[in-house]
């Protein structure tokens, strides 16, 4: 069997227009997976050729190091970014935008993916994460995740997918390339008036337009926040609008960082630091970071 990547395989591929915030350099290997079969293939190509791999969603809670990333990194599309309707059920791929799932379900009258209007990742991205928004939880609509490694292929349940707190038992390898979400039949008007109703709420809490990874940090389970978020006790450490190079913190939300124009991964991992260590001189809350990594991104402050 030959050692050449598969031909959907290139070579040195920017990957900073994948990700929301739109920092970091290039994947050594980068490849769109169109189907299941062509995932495998890729999948197999790699094991046998001891490439490391990756996925990116959305890239909307992804730091890509500014040095790269070694190995193969992947993004699904075609096949497994469609969403298809089956009595009240979309069987959706792993590249789908929730948004996208959100509005399709709306249109056709299936209530309980409501909340994904409001988060800009993939199906794949929000299983991997745990996504959820005021108070919609992805395991009630989820009936299975097949998951896609380089030992094969397996449904899971919710229940196998290890969900906690922005995240899951998900390695990296373990691609989620379809789901199923189990829905109720509605009517598509009440559904439609929800989304219209959580876009505005969306629209008066965060700042909209701006390059960013949503939110930097995991509200802490600590005493000494007294039940702020991530967000109050960064603002209260007075980080909105501080910066460092091109990244800086949102003046509207402190948990937020954006891109002002040319940051690096750099500028936004010194703005990290510098905002948990005022959080920590100010509440002594050690704040934890949601935001994922891709290739060598440091975090100062972790061993
Ligand atoms: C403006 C804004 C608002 C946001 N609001 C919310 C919110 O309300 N609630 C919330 O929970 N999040 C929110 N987020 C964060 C983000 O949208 C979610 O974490 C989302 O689930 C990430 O999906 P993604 O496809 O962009 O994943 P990426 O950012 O591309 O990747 C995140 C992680 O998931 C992994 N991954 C991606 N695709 C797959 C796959 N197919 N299989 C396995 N692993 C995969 C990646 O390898 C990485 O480890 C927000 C982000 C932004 C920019």
Request: proline fraction near 5%; include cysteine.
């Amino acid at each position: 069997m030959s050692d050449q990547p598969p031909r959907s395989v290139r070579k040195d591929f920017p990957l900073s227009g994948l990700a929301t915030v739109r920092t970091g350099g290039h994947a050594e290997l980068f490849a769109r997976a169109g189907g299941e079969p062509e995932l495998v293939e890729l999948l197999g190509w790699a094991k046998r050729a001891g490439v490391e791999v990756n996925v990116v969603g959305s890239g909307s809670n992804l730091l890509v190091a500014d040095e790269g990333v070694s190995g193969l990194v992947l993004k699904l599309d075609r096949e497994l970014a469609a969403i298809e309707l089956d009595g009240t059920s979309l069987v959706c791929g792993g590249g789908a935008r929730l948004p996208s799932v959100a509005a399709y379900a709306a249109r056709n009258g299936l209530s309980g993916i409501e909340f994904g209007v409001n988060i800009p990742g993939t199906v794949g991205g929000a299983v991997r994460m745990n996504a959820n928004a005021y108070g919609g939880e992805l395991a009630s609509a989820l009936e299975w995740a097949r998951i896609v490694s380089s030992s094969g292929s397996r449904r899971r349940a919710p229940e196998e997918l290890g969900f906690a707190y922005r995240g899951s038992n998900l390695r990296p390898g373990e691609i989620v390339a379809s789901v199923r979400f189990s829905l109720v039949a509605s009517d598509p008007v009440t559904v439609k008036a929800t989304l219209a109703q959580m876009r505005t709420r969306r629209h008066e809490a965060q700042p909209q337009g701006i390059k960013t990874f949503g939110s930097t940090f995991k509200n802490p389970d600590d005493p000494r926040a007294a039940g702020r978020t991530a967000g109050l006790l960064l603002a209260q450490a007075g980080c909105n609008g501080l910066s460092v190079g091109g990244a800086r913190f949102a003046p509207k939300h402190a948990n937020f960082i954006e891109n002002t124009g040319a940051a690096t991964t750099a500028d936004v991992v010194a703005l990290m630091a510098e905002g948990r260590r005022l959080v920590i001189e100010s509440f002594g809350v050690e704040l934890e970071p949601e935001v994922q990594t891709l290739g060598a991104v440091r975090f100062p402050w972790a061993s």
